[in-house]
């Protein structure tokens, strides 16, 4: 016989994660399950549908952050954004100990939800690092700058912050191809992020809006990144290995280079 | 349409960044500098990688030389005066612009300026000292700023490149005054080091002075500053002391008393005289109000362009970690560029020996390693076949079996296939229940090294014996004799491995290939890859 597996579904968005998390929170035994709601329904299961509320999702992290600070949401929230299956049925039951326990339950990796956190949320985070770095912006004719990313990962609320204060007065949009959205930056007024971001081209190249120079100094760069290997060190497995070939797409230096998978 | 000044520059690029990367130095960390209002980017405290270049080397940084022509006469260094190569420098402006073009771009995290000496070293730092000036008031720029000090300056220009730098650095580049004396005789260990104690003191931290190695007693210990002389012939690797106390005559050396304060140490590791390097490193105390430069300073020595000993480039290392606060010693495997009779002609750059220099470097670094735990002076070399922490677990059984339920972290990462990552791991998950081999293996650690090692049971230690026939012997616990076998059996089977991989790869994409209409049998496919290997 199978008992009922009760399960609490939302939006797919971080605000409705977590009001799907304080409906979980404050629900009685046996704990329902946070599922995203475009995961199909099963036969066993009793599902009930959260609606998004951005202020009752500030009030639980609000809570949360109090209880068991910065660093211990942060966990929560890469782990959130990771690929990893099911990484948000994971995070929404880690929540439940954060709350009793604190930071500390985090700590507890014998737990084996809080050793796929720490893994999902390393994985994401590892990503944003990545990214950090291989962001590559175009300068385009009005003067503001775009970067197209295709991360695995969700990273861009990862990501936002750091790039607004390297760049604070620059205009830019970083866009993930994948989903679709985008960082946008206005300096001065901050950084926020858009679900469905499009640039306005007619024949998908954007190679029509690039300024005037940006064609000359990708060439310059091309060059330096040619020039500084190493030839008698030249060791393509320990690049890929560092650099995969996923990565390679959208990258200035590796533009015709046999990366593309 | 391009136009002249851009074809300049890129001329110019290519040849002042090929000049410059055989500099290894590629790290963009130890600085938080702040962004400003209305400037242009910050400081990543642990560094970012923004690309990688083909030979897999991390591109942090624009690498780049202001200058390629040179009065000096290195012989390991392609900008040598009397090497045939086409020079070139670049106009201040033409940089700075470049620079922040590729920063804008997120190309790259900042940028690292060295020169070939023109004029005398003081107007060649000056130079410098311009460009970083220009980047820091009128671009206001907050990227990664690490310049190169030239031998020999006044300490008054090396504060001053402090003051604008995150990172400031001079390469030692031969590991003995000899060797120095004899491939850089422009450059005198008089110049090196007083710029380092300068780069010392500006990073909050009063250079030490290190007691010589009780071997060494024909030293005035009152003599900080390094003396050159020494014979100019080539030294016979053999002869040189571990720690390279009679390699720099003077020069702070790996000594049994450090001039910093010897830590108490628990009875269950043997009594050790002497800080290690991570340990010196966590408790550092730099005053902030003299430090102006936020990441310190590194160096590089070149491995293979003279006849030292790795205990002879280890143990200067390990002094200069201790002495003069060094943030990063970088190793460098010699690229022979020419026919310069003074240093040997190698088929190619010593990669190996390189890799393993840098996972010794770790062990200090990060596990708690003292270079007179790696190599002493009857082993003066790194073992090619092993990594040297496993090459030191072999040699000190006596210490494992480990119990990972109990063993303090700095024991943990001393077993081979514990990492700083999976030691943290194993501190945090033993904390409610015990470890089992399954939950180790969940943990990341890689049991296949791990396992003979460690020891899950305290209980079965003493009176351990070797399991019967035909048991597996991956298990852990097992006696330690069988692990040894084990990783010496990896052991002959690793060099071939990496000659072969490629070779290999290409033959099981061939294998899959011909598995679709192949007649071969899996043994037989077996046998004459075997047979190939042979
Ligand atoms: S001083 Fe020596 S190492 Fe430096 S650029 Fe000149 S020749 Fe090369």
Not at chain 1, 36 to 50: D, N
Not at chain 2, 199 to 222: H, K, M, W, Y
Not at chain 2, 289 to 299: C, D, F, I, R
Request: a positive charge.
């Amino acid at each position: 016989m199978h008992d009922t597996d009760y399960t609490v579904a939302y939006d797919g968005s971080f605000p409705g994660f977590l009001c799907a998390c304080a409906e979980a929170l404050n629900a009685r035994e046996p704990v329902p399950r946070v599922v995203k709601a475009t995961i199909p329904e099963t036969l066993f299961e009793e599902r009930c549908m959260v609606k998004r509320d951005d202020d009752r999702a500030a009030a639980l992290w609000a809570r949360l952050s109090n209880r068991a600070g910065p660093d211990a949401m942060r966990t929560l929230l890469e782990a959130f954004l990771s690929d990893v299956p099911e990484a948000d049925t994971t995070a929404a039951r880690a929540m439940r100990r954060v709350r009793v326990e604190g930071a500390f339950a985090l700590r507890d990796l014998s737990d084996p939800v809080m050793l796929t956190l720490e893994k999902a949320a390393r994985r994401a985070g590892m990503e944003a690092h990545m990214y950090c770095g291989l962001v590559r912006f175009s300068e385009l004719s009005d003067g503001s700058w775009y970067a197209p990313v295709e991360p695995a990962c969700d990273i861009l609320l990862l990501i936002a912050d750091h790039f607004s204060a390297r760049f604070s007065t620059m205009r830019f949009a970083i866009h993930d191809l994948g989903r679709g959205s985008a960082v946008l930056h206005e300096p001065g007024s901050g950084w926020s992020i858009v679900a469905a971001f499009g640039l306005d081209i007619s024949d998908g190249k954007i190679d029509g809006l690039l300024s005037d120079r940006e064609r000359d100094i990708r060439r310059h760069w091309q060059l330096y990144f040619d020039t500084i290997a190493i030839e008698p060190r030249r060791n393509p497995t320990l690049q890929s290995s560092m650099l995969p070939k996923h990565f390679w797409n959208l990258i200035t230096e590796m533009e015709g280079k046999t990366g593309s998978t | 349409m391009r136009s002249g000044a851009d074809v300049e520059t890129i001329h110019k690029l290519e040849i002042l960044s090929d000049a410059a990367k055989y500099d290894a130095s590629c790290s963009s960390s130890g600085s938080a500098r702040p962004a400003v209002p209305g400037g242009l980017g910050n400081g990543a405290v642990g560094g970012i990688c923004h690309t990688w270049a083909a030979d897999g080397r991390c591109v942090s940084l624009l690498k780049v030389l202001l200058s390629n022509a040179c009065l000096y006469d290195c012989a390991y260094c392609v900008n040598r005066r009397s090497n045939d190569v086409p020079r070139a420098g670049f106009e201040p402006e033409e940089l700075v612009r470049l620079v922040i073009d590729f920063y804008k771009r997120n190309y790259i995290e900042g940028l690292f300026l060295s020169s070939g000496v023109t004029g005398c070293p003081d107007t060649t730092m000056e130079r410098m000292i311009g460009v970083a000036k220009t980047l820091r008031t009128r671009e206001r720029w907050n990227g990664y700023l690490h310049l190169k000090a030239i031998p020999g300056a006044s300490p008054e220009l090396v504060t001053e490149a402090a003051r604008w730098a995150d990172r400031v650095s001079v390469n030692i580049e031969l590991p003995s005054a000899a060797s120095l004396a004899r491939v850089a005789p422009d450059k005198s260990p008089a110049a090196i080091f007083s710029v380092m104690r300068t780069l010392s003191r500006a990073s909050g931290f009063e250079p030490r002075r290190l007691l010589s190695a009780q071997t060494d007693t024909t030293q005035n210990p009152r003599h900080s500053l390094p003396q050159i002389g020494g014979p100019t012939v080539p030294v016979p690797a053999t002869s040189l002391a571990p720690g390279g106390a009679s390699a720099w005559p003077g020069l702070p050396a790996v000594s049994f008393q450090a001039a910093e304060p010897a830590p108490a140490y628990n009875a269950t590791t043997p009594p050790l005289d002497r800080q290690s390097v991570h340990e010196a490193r966590k408790g550092r105390y730099r005053n902030p109000e003299s430090a102006v430069l936020p990441a310190g300073q590194t160096t590089q020595l070149v491995v293979g362009a003279s006849p030292e000993s790795d205990a002879a480039i280890l143990g200067l290392a390990e002094n200069l970690y201790l002495a003069y606060d060094v943030r990063r010693v970088y190793y460098s495997a010699f690229v022979p560029a020419g026919t310069d009779p003074r240093v040997p002609a190698l088929p190619g750059p010593p990669l190996l020996r390189e890799h393993r220099l840098y996972q010794a470097d770790w062990l200090f670094r990060f596990y708690g390693f003292r270079a007179d735990e790696i190599l002493s002076p009857d082993r003066p070399n790194l073992d090619v076949d092993l990594d040297p922490k496993c090459a030191w677990a072999l040699r000190n059984l006596d210490r494992f079996p480990v119990d990972v339920n109990k063993a303090e972290y700095l024991e943990l990462l001393r077993v081979p296939g514990i990492g700083p990552r999976s030691a943290v791991r194993i501190v945090k998950a033993r904390q409610r229940s015990r470890l089992t081999p399954e939950s180790l293996k969940s943990l990341g650690i890689v049991m296949k090294r791990a396992a003979f090692f460690i020891n899950l049971r305290p209980r079965c230690i003493a009176g351990q014996r070797p399991p019967p026939a035909g048991t597996n012997p991956a298990r852990p616990g097992l006696c330690l004799k069988h692990g040894m076998i084990n990783i010496l059996q990896m052991k002959r089977i690793r060099p071939q491995r990496q000659r072969d991989t490629e070779k290999m790869r290409k033959q099981k994409r061939k294998e899959k290939e011909s598995d679709h209409g192949g007649t071969e049998t899996r043994s037989s496919r077996e046998r004459k890859r075997k047979r190939e290997r042979e």
